[in-house]
């Protein structure tokens, strides 16, 4: 046998063993991991920043950190002020496709911009998508103490849609804003329990940036240029 044929035949006998979930390798003992790093961050609060005591508290520290980190955050009273202001910002950039989230906040804000729309629930085209000037998705939460946006594979239909257009846009409720990480943490627990988390959950703090070259900060870098967030 050569070492090619080794290789694959080590490969081959792998796939017959079911892979453990997410956080679950090793002991059956050992604690979930993302149990861990729950408790990890929720144990941090004696020094996390403070961000406020009441939703309005919350809401202020939002806005403050986003305008530092270049989000652009849109107050607005209902869905029909999204689309009002969508439509506003469309024909600002002179956008001419949009890609949006197959979802009940989504999709209608799709169609009120009235322009070519790719919808996605997780499959995509990578290369139609990269032709969109917007991604919108929705959102699982808001989070005040850092100015970030908590999304999953399911809130934001799939992986590609929030990186690839460079301008992604965000549509959530207000009482998606939580004060702090481990508030995030335990909301995420109650949508999805313990053991049932999307693939992927990710922390969107500010537009794409890097500082690599002399310390200069360009947007854009590894995905988004712009980012958006309508709050309903």
């Known amino acids: 046998m050569t070492e090619r044929e080794k290789i694959f035949t080590r490969i081959?006998?792998?796939?017959?063993?079911?892979?453990?979930?997410?956080?679950?390798?090793?002991?059956?003992?050992?604690p979930h991991a993302i149990s861990e790093a729950r408790n990890a961050i929720a144990g941090?609060?004696?020094?996390?920043?403070?961000?406020?005591?009441?939703?309005?508290?919350?809401l202020e520290q939002f806005q403050k950190l986003s305008a530092?980190?270049?989000?652009?955050?849109?107050?607005?009273?209902?869905?029909?002020?999204?689309?009002s202001k969508l439509r506003e910002l469309a024909l600002a950039e002179g956008w001419r496709k949009v890609?949006?989230?197959?979802?009940?906040?989504?999709?209608?804000?799709?169609?009120?911009?009235?322009?070519?729309?790719?919808?996605?629930?997780?499959?995509?085209d990578a290369n139609e998508m990269a032709k969109c000037d917007v991604g919108?998705?929705?959102?699982?939460?808001?989070?005040?103490?850092?100015?970030?946006?908590?999304?999953?594979?399911r809130s934001a239909g799939g992986r590609a849609l929030?990186?690839?257009?460079?301008h992604h846009v965000v549509i959530a409720h207000r009482d998606q804003l939580v004060p702090d990480l481990p508030a995030a943490f335990e909301l995420m627990t109650r949508l999805y329990g313990e053991n049932q988390w999307p693939s992927m959950s990710t922390l969107i703090t500010g537009p794409s940036r890097t500082g690599?070259?002399?310390?200069?900060?360009?947007?854009?870098?590894?995905?988004?240029?712009?980012?958006?967030?309508?709050?309903?």
């Open 12 to 30: 081959r006998d792998a796939l017959k063993t079911q892979a453990p979930m997410p956080g679950h390798h090793g002991s059956s003992h050992k």
């Open 44 to 58: 941090a609060r004696q020094w996390l920043p403070d961000p406020g005591a009441d939703s309005a508290a919350w």
């Open 68 to 83: 530092e980190l270049k989000t652009v955050v849109h107050l607005c009273n209902d869905e029909a002020d999204v689309h």
């Open 99 to 124: 890609a949006a989230h197959r979802h009940p906040l989504i999709s209608p804000a799709a169609t009120a911009i009235a322009l070519p729309a790719l919808e996605t629930d997780g499959g995509y």
């Open 136 to 153: 919108i998705t929705a959102c699982d939460a808001l989070v005040a103490q850092t100015g970030s946006i908590f999304l999953t594979t």
């Open 162 to 166: 929030s990186v690839l257009p460079p």
């Open 212 to 232: 690599d070259i002399e310390r200069i900060l360009v947007l854009g870098a590894h995905g988004p240029r712009k980012l958006t967030v309508f709050l309903i």
